[in-house]
């Protein structure tokens, strides 16, 4: 066991030795393979903090049911009962104009705005949940409370959370294709530079082979290089990722202020960070282990 552990360090000393030796390569390579690391991650930081924004927000069907001005204090809590008797209604929440005139208030710039008004101009607001989502039911829905007396308006909220839902579907199945194809890219690159490196040692390994060497003990070195190859280019790519999130958070962050909101693109926590290097360093051993296979399998051919 002890014999093992060694040959297992050696190798491993061996290759960061051989990476220190060449630092313009691997820098090189390393920096390939972030760059195709970082472009699935800046998508997955994207997705996710889209998804973070909008989590907030229900996605269960509502519809927003305005009063006329002109409706008295105790119509509005009437028509909530009413609302409540109908089918297709799960629940009904009232919200009095003054309530929602002083939500308004809070936001930065309407104070003044609303003091010039004098009166309120917001009417009371029911927001109505349906038992059933589906667009037919909705619609039906909707012409029932329009129908009923007072109602001046009807709204879907949830519209737009299932059309963002939609599009983050549709934006985590793109990320996910291009992770797919970037870690192929990755396989392929370490491939290429295993497959150099074994021409560049082939005599060595002919001999090693003659005297007794395992395959195993042959393709350790090369194990090492691939995964060591992975592990730096998931590294450089959580780095070129991070140092765009950085970059990018200023200018969003001067724009959003004058919003009143203090919204940042979040950076990767370091779970996440650990997994990319990880899986790099998985996909860099997979394009070893189909190099030097493929060399050795040629070599005993012979």
């Known amino acids: 066991m002890k014999s093992f552990a060694q040959q297992h360090w050696l190798s491993f000393a ?4 051989k990476l220190a030796a060449t630092p313009f390569n691997t820098l090189f390579n390393s920096l390939v393979i972030g760059v195709a690391i970082a472009l699935p991650t800046g998508g997955y930081i994207a997705l996710d903090t889209l998804r973070d924004v909008t989590g907030g927000f229900s996605g269960d069907a509502q519809l927003s049911v305005f009063m006329d001005l002109q409706a008295k204090s ?14 297709r209604v799960a629940s009904v929440r009232l919200i009095p104009r003054e309530q929602a005139l002083a939500k308004l208030k809070e936001t930065e710039g309407m104070a003044d705005v609303i003091a010039n008004l ?31 007396p007072q109602v ?49 040692q082939r005599d060595e390994i002919e001999v090693a082979k003659l005297i007794g060497a395992t395959n195993a003990f042959i393709r350790r070195p ?18 070129i990722a991070e140092a ?22 979040r950076l990767l926590p370091v779970g996440d960070v650990l997994l990319i290097v990880a899986m790099a360093g998985a996909l860099g051993w997979l394009g070893a282990l189909l190099s030097v296979s493929r060399h050795l399998l040629q070599i005993d051919q012979k």
């Open 14 to 17: 061996n290759t960061l030795r």
């Open 118 to 148: 004098g009166a309120n101009p917001l009417p009371d607001a029911l927001v109505v949940t349906a038992s059933d989502s589906g667009e037919a039911a909705l619609g039906k829905l909707a012409a029932d409370l329009k129908a009923m």
């Open 74 to 87: 105790g119509d509005a809590a009437e028509l909530q009962n009413k609302m409540r008797k109908l089918p």
């Open 152 to 200: 001046a308006q009807v709204q879907l909220d949830s519209a737009w959370v299932r059309r963002m839902d939609a599009l983050l579907r549709l934006g985590r199945l793109a990320v996910g294709s291009l992770a797919c194809l970037l870690a192929f890219a990755l396989v392929v690159v370490t491939f290429n530079t295993i497959r150099l490196q074994i021409l560049t």
């Open 244 to 265: 765009a999130i950085w970059l990018l958070n200023r200018p969003i962050l001067d724009f959003v202020r004058q919003y009143g909101s203090d919204f940042q693109i």
């Open 222 to 239: 090369f194990f090492y290089l691939g995964s060591l190859q992975g592990v730096l280019g998931g590294i450089a790519g959580c780095a």
